[in-house]
């Protein structure tokens, strides 16, 4: 449409504008006409059916008092004289019928008499069905008076009202207060269908739209006179021009037979057939010196593209060099990270073992010492390889939809018991939260982590303090999460902050010999927050402590993503079979799986494998990725071939059990048939989640006996700010630690208490949301009682509160106490995981 106004004529234009204009005058005239009109009869329609309403409520009143239905019903037979009245009721003052006329009413199946009685008291607002949407006129006329459609009051005598009401049906109800003396003894109901007035409007409507098409058609023939006084010049001048265009006689010029601004145009064109021909002279000067100029120049730009092409060559061989490097340093931090992840992974699995075993006191404390520093090792190869992957741009983020509340907890509470250690005061504190958002939970994770581990570990005494906080941005659909993680330790000179967010730097050199690490954390930590598009600083005052903040925006999501639950320590009736060329890993995990109840069978590599997937039936294979004679992808590629021309139905599951960590080994597992992709190190839980995941659950035997408990330490250091999740004194006042059946009795009801409570988060955030009071109090009640059989003190707490909540049907603040409800929870596993011994 746009297009074709800007191709029309000049004549076209001017008229369609004219019209145009006028019509929309002639719019806002009728409309104003219209809109008056149709308020001014309304109201008129209203006041007449108020002053009959006068005037029957009046000679029916005697008749209510009286109880004269004969009397009632004559007096409402009058109304035949006014055909748009088409039903009129009479209601006692406790909401009875008393007398009824009717001929074409259509009934509203939602008024009753006792509704009407209590609108006209003013006990309620409205009746539902009762006011349905205003016209396009009413809402067009609302901006001096109320729209139409919702309720008018015409204060009666106080506490009364007389009241008009439109049903969906389009007709008038308006209900009238009887009274004697003052005193209220009925309502009078008058139901108009709006006949007279609509039939009026229609003709009314009508006349305004005759009068608006002939004043436009009228409009429209004057227009198309008018428009040639502008047309006419400007069609001799588009002439003109043509002519010029087409001879190139740049002499012509245009005779001027008028001095307005088309005489005036003229000028302006005969001065611009002027100046085009200086410049076609000079043009003709100017060419002569170019070709000589030409000529000059191209021997000199011949001889500066030689010398080009020489600083290219030099520039695509440095790139060729530097592209080379890079291959080679990303292969060498795989091979690094797999040499070093294939010994740490049977070092780690070896200290799980020992560990089970039966040791002196000072024997488990260096088993301890002795993976805790194999952890840290590990740790720094993952930070090696994360800065890598970073820097090198090959870095990508996993956003999925998580539960905020749980991955906070998670994080935070994996460093209670090492802030109990040092005497310092732990706390979180957090804002209502979003339930669940899109993000990367787990390297959201690892930043909190490395603040909250920096905290405690350059903090001697005093508090550390886990504060998030939500804030909106201007898109709905996103959320601000702000954590900020104080302690009160050695603090920071402020020209040493901005340098501990570079890699390789503390703010200290000495602080590598005293506290240790590599100086990587903060630098990827600022590296991953802004690729999350967020930011990360710190305030700090050397001795007073330290404050370190970051913030993200992620995604709000509807609903919180399910979460896959393993039973832990789950035992199996499967046969495995484990493709592994590195000794140590053999024995691991052979001695990992077989205590997981599993028949293993160990080959050394692919082509062992191969070979005995045909001579024997296993339900699972752990395949090593790197090994010789054939290594683990040609082996699955092998293994995938055969199952296809064999048509094998049910594949059997292949999960890589690597040292490659990189986000390309996954891919490249996944690409040639794996199913899954575990990294080295693993853990025997690693295992047991794998084999539960992918294993029929007929395989599933059941879980290990509990495990024994052993009583906690009496000089324990408790969380100055929070205290213990679990009293225990209860337990031991409830139960004998030395008695095995009080073991395994506790053991089982630990079990019992988790799996028990995670349904019922479920459970109670699906009824928040759907706003069942009833069941939040059921839910909340049940979750009571089970945590105060584990001593859950806290928690037992929070439930009553949310308890209290659903019983007086207040659920504003629902999700804040579900919130630390969650929180307590994990507190309470912990706990309860501190407590239980491995023996």
Same mark, same amino acid.
């Given at each position: 449409m746009k297009i074709s106004f800007r191709d029309a004529s000049i004549r076209y234009k001017l008229m369609?504008?004219?019209?145009?204009?006028?019509?929309?005058?002639?719019?806002?005239?009728?409309?104003?006409?219209?809109?008056?009109?149709?308020?001014?009869?309304?109201?008129?329609?209203?006041?007449?059916?108020? &002053?009959?309403?006068? /005037?029957?409520?009046?000679? %029916?009143? @005697?008749?209510? $008092?009286?109880?004269? =239905?004969? *009397?009632?019903?004559?007096?409402?037979?009058?109304?035949?004289?006014?055909?748009?009245?088409?039903?009129?009721?009479?209601?006692?003052?406790?909401?009875?019928?008393?007398?009824?006329?009717?001929?074409?009413?259509?009934?509203?199946?939602?008024?009753?008499?006792?509704?009407?009685?209590?609108?006209?008291?003013?006990?309620?607002? &409205?009746?539902?069905? /009762?006011?349905?949407?205003? %016209?396009? @006129?009413?809402? $067009?006329?609302?901006? =001096?008076? *109320?729209?139409?459609?919702?309720?008018?009051?015409?204060?009666?005598?106080?506490?009364?009202?007389?009241?008009?009401?439109?049903?969906?049906?389009?007709?008038?109800?308006?209900?009238?207060?009887?009274?004697?003396?003052?005193?209220?003894?009925?309502?009078?109901?008058?139901?108009?269908?709006?006949?007279?007035?609509?039939?009026?409007?229609?003709?009314?409507?009508?006349?305004?739209?005759?009068? @608006?098409?002939?004043?436009?058609?009228?409009?429209?023939?004057?227009?198309?006179?008018?428009?040639?006084?502008?047309?006419?010049?400007?069609?001799?001048?588009?002439?003109?021009?043509?002519?010029?265009?087409?001879?190139?006689?740049?002499?012509?010029?245009?005779?001027?037979?008028?001095?307005?601004?088309?005489?005036?145009?003229?000028?302006?064109?005969?001065?611009?057939?002027?100046?085009?021909?200086?410049?076609?002279?000079?043009?003709?000067?100017?060419?002569?010196?170019?070709?000589?100029?030409?000529?000059?120049?191209?021997?000199?730009?011949?001889?500066?593209?030689?010398?080009?092409?020489?600083?290219?060559?030099?520039?695509?061989?440095?790139?060729?060099?530097?592209?080379?490097?890079?291959?080679?340093?990303?292969?060498f931090l795989a091979n690094m990270s797999h040499e070093i992840r294939t010994p740490m992974n049977s070092v780690l699995g070896m200290i799980d073992f020992l560990s089970e075993s039966d040791l002196t006191q000072e024997q488990r404390h260096s088993v301890e010492i002795v993976q805790q520093s194999a952890q840290l090792l590990l740790r720094v190869i993952n930070d090696i390889l994360d800065f890598s992957k970073i820097e090198s741009g090959k870095f990508v983020l996993d956003y999925h939809p998580f539960d905020c509340n749980q991955m906070i907890g998670k994080s935070f509470y994996l460093f209670e018991n090492q802030a109990k250690v040092k005497g310092l005061g732990y706390r979180l504190i957090h804002s209502e939260l979003p339930a669940c958002v899109e993000g990367d939970s787990l390297r959201l994770s690892q930043i909190l982590v490395n603040l909250l581990s920096n905290a405690i570990k350059f903090t001697a005494q005093g508090e550390v303090t886990l504060r998030v906080s939500s804030h909106p941005i201007l898109s709905e659909s996103k959320v601000r999460l702000l954590f900020e993680v104080s302690d009160?330790?050695?603090?920071?000179?402020?020209?040493?902050?901005?340098?501990?967010?570079?890699?390789?730097?503390?703010?200290?050199?000495?602080?590598?010999?005293?506290?240790?690490?590599?100086?990587?954390?903060?630098?990827?930590?600022?590296?991953?927050?802004?690729?999350?598009?967020?930011?990360?600083?710190?305030?700090?005052?050397?001795?007073?402590?330290?404050?370190?903040?970051?913030?993200?925006?992620?995604?709000?999501?509807?609903?919180?993503?399910?979460?896959?639950?393993?039973?832990?320590?789950?035992?199996?009736?499967?046969?495995?079979?484990?493709?592994?060329?590195?000794?140590?890993?053999?024995?691991?995990?052979?001695?990992?799986?077989?205590?997981?109840?599993?028949?293993?069978?160990?080959?050394?590599?692919?082509?062992?494998?191969?070979?005995e997937l045909q001579r024997e039936h296993y339900d699972l294979v752990f395949m090593d990725c790197q090994m010789p004679v054939m290594d683990g992808y040609q082996a699955t590629m092998a293994i995938r071939r055969r199952e296809s021309e064999e048509r094998v139905r049910t594949p059997i599951p292949v999960i890589a059990l690597t040292a490659h960590a990189l986000a390309e080994d996954r891919a490249k597992c996944l690409a040639v048939g794996m199913d899954e992709w575990v990294t080295k190190p693993f853990t025997r839980q690693d295992l047991n989640g794998v084999l539960q995941k992918w294993l029929p659950e007929r395989m599933m035997v059941g879980a290990e006996p509990s495990r024994s408990i052993a009583a906690p330490a009496r000089n324990t250091v408790e969380s100055s700010s929070q205290g213990s999740a679990i009293d225990l004194s209860f337990l031991l006042q409830n139960f004998n630690f030395d008695d095995p059946n009080d073991i395994e009795f506790m053991g089982h009801l630990k079990q019992v208490f988790q799996q028990n409570a995670e349904q019922t988060f479920k459970s109670l955030q699906l009824s928040i949301e759907s706003n069942d009071a009833d069941q939040v109090r059921k839910l909340a009640h049940s979750l009571k009682s089970i945590s105060a059989n584990v001593g859950a003190k806290e928690l037992s707490s929070r439930c009553y509160m949310l308890e209290q909540a659903g019983q007086q049907n207040k659920l504003q603040n629902a999700e804040a106490i579900l919130a630390g409800m969650h929180f307590e929870f994990y507190r309470v596993l912990t706990e309860l995981n501190d407590i239980f011994v491995k023996q």
């Amino acid at each position: 449409m746009k297009i074709s106004f800007r191709d029309a004529s000049i004549r076209y234009k001017l008229m369609l504008i004219i019209g145009a204009a006028s019509l929309l005058a002639l719019l806002v005239v009728a409309s104003a006409i219209i809109i008056n009109e149709y308020i001014t009869r309304k109201q008129e329609t209203e006041r007449n059916l108020s &002053s009959l309403a006068d /005037m029957v409520s009046w000679n %029916s009143s @005697v008749a209510l $008092v009286f109880v004269d =239905y004969q *009397s009632a019903e004559q007096t409402l037979s009058m109304l035949r004289t006014q055909p748009e009245v088409v039903a009129a009721f009479l209601y006692k003052d406790e909401g009875a019928v008393f007398a009824e006329y009717k001929t074409s009413y259509r009934a509203v199946e939602r008024l009753a008499g006792r509704q009407i009685i209590r609108l006209v008291k003013k006990e309620i607002a &409205s009746i539902e069905g /009762m006011a349905p949407a205003p %016209s396009l @006129v009413s809402k $067009v006329g609302g901006w =001096y008076k *109320s729209p139409f459609g919702l309720t008018a009051n015409r204060p009666s005598e106080a506490p009364f009202s007389e009241l008009t009401l439109y049903d969906r049906y389009g007709q008038l109800h308006l209900f009238h207060p009887i009274l004697i003396d003052n005193e209220f003894v009925g309502v009078l109901h008058l139901v108009d269908d709006l006949s007279r007035l609509n039939t009026f409007l229609f003709q009314f409507y009508r006349i305004i739209g005759m009068i @608006v098409l002939f004043t436009l058609f009228s409009t429209l023939l004057v227009s198309a006179r008018l428009q040639r006084i502008f047309s006419t010049p400007v069609l001799e001048l588009m002439q003109a021009m043509k002519a010029v265009a087409i001879e190139k006689k740049f002499t012509t010029r245009v005779e001027k037979t008028r001095n307005d601004e088309f005489g005036q145009l003229i000028d302006v064109y005969n001065d611009m057939l002027a100046e085009i021909r200086q410049r076609d002279e000079m043009l003709d000067k100017h060419r002569a010196d170019l070709e000589f100029q030409v000529g000059a120049r191209t021997a000199e730009l011949s001889k500066k593209n030689e010398v080009l092409k020489l600083a290219v060559a030099d520039a695509l061989a440095s790139k060729e060099e530097a592209e080379m490097a890079n291959r080679a340093k990303s292969q060498f931090l795989a091979n690094m990270s797999h040499e070093i992840r294939t010994p740490m992974n049977s070092v780690l699995g070896m200290i799980d073992f020992l560990s089970e075993s039966d040791l002196t006191q000072e024997q488990r404390h260096s088993v301890e010492i002795v993976q805790q520093s194999a952890q840290l090792l590990l740790r720094v190869i993952n930070d090696i390889l994360d800065f890598s992957k970073i820097e090198s741009g090959k870095f990508v983020l996993d956003y999925h939809p998580f539960d905020c509340n749980q991955m906070i907890g998670k994080s935070f509470y994996l460093f209670e018991n090492q802030a109990k250690v040092k005497g310092l005061g732990y706390r979180l504190i957090h804002s209502e939260l979003p339930a669940c958002v899109e993000g990367d939970s787990l390297r959201l994770s690892q930043i909190l982590v490395n603040l909250l581990s920096n905290a405690i570990k350059f903090t001697a005494q005093g508090e550390v303090t886990l504060r998030v906080s939500s804030h909106p941005i201007l898109s709905e659909s996103k959320v601000r999460l702000l954590f900020e993680v104080s302690d009160t330790g050695i603090g920071i000179e402020e020209d040493k902050q901005a340098l501990i967010f570079d890699a390789f730097s503390q703010a200290d050199g000495s602080m590598t010999r005293v506290f240790g690490g590599t100086g990587l954390g903060l630098a990827i930590a600022r590296q991953l927050v802004t690729l999350m598009e967020g930011n990360i600083g710190v305030t700090s005052q050397p001795g007073k402590g330290a404050t370190f903040w970051f913030w993200v925006e992620l995604e709000k999501k509807a609903a919180v993503p399910a979460e896959t639950h393993f039973v832990a320590d789950c035992r199996f009736s499967a046969r495995l079979l484990v493709a592994e060329d590195y000794p140590a890993n053999q024995l691991l995990a052979k001695r990992a799986l077989e205590s997981l109840g599993c028949q293993v069978k160990i080959v050394n590599n692919g082509l062992e494998a191969v070979d005995e997937l045909q001579r024997e039936h296993y339900d699972l294979v752990f395949m090593d990725c790197q090994m010789p004679v054939m290594d683990g992808y040609q082996a699955t590629m092998a293994i995938r071939r055969r199952e296809s021309e064999e048509r094998v139905r049910t594949p059997i599951p292949v999960i890589a059990l690597t040292a490659h960590a990189l986000a390309e080994d996954r891919a490249k597992c996944l690409a040639v048939g794996m199913d899954e992709w575990v990294t080295k190190p693993f853990t025997r839980q690693d295992l047991n989640g794998v084999l539960q995941k992918w294993l029929p659950e007929r395989m599933m035997v059941g879980a290990e006996p509990s495990r024994s408990i052993a009583a906690p330490a009496r000089n324990t250091v408790e969380s100055s700010s929070q205290g213990s999740a679990i009293d225990l004194s209860f337990l031991l006042q409830n139960f004998n630690f030395d008695d095995p059946n009080d073991i395994e009795f506790m053991g089982h009801l630990k079990q019992v208490f988790q799996q028990n409570a995670e349904q019922t988060f479920k459970s109670l955030q699906l009824s928040i949301e759907s706003n069942d009071a009833d069941q939040v109090r059921k839910l909340a009640h049940s979750l009571k009682s089970i945590s105060a059989n584990v001593g859950a003190k806290e928690l037992s707490s929070r439930c009553y509160m949310l308890e209290q909540a659903g019983q007086q049907n207040k659920l504003q603040n629902a999700e804040a106490i579900l919130a630390g409800m969650h929180f307590e929870f994990y507190r309470v596993l912990t706990e309860l995981n501190d407590i239980f011994v491995k023996q």
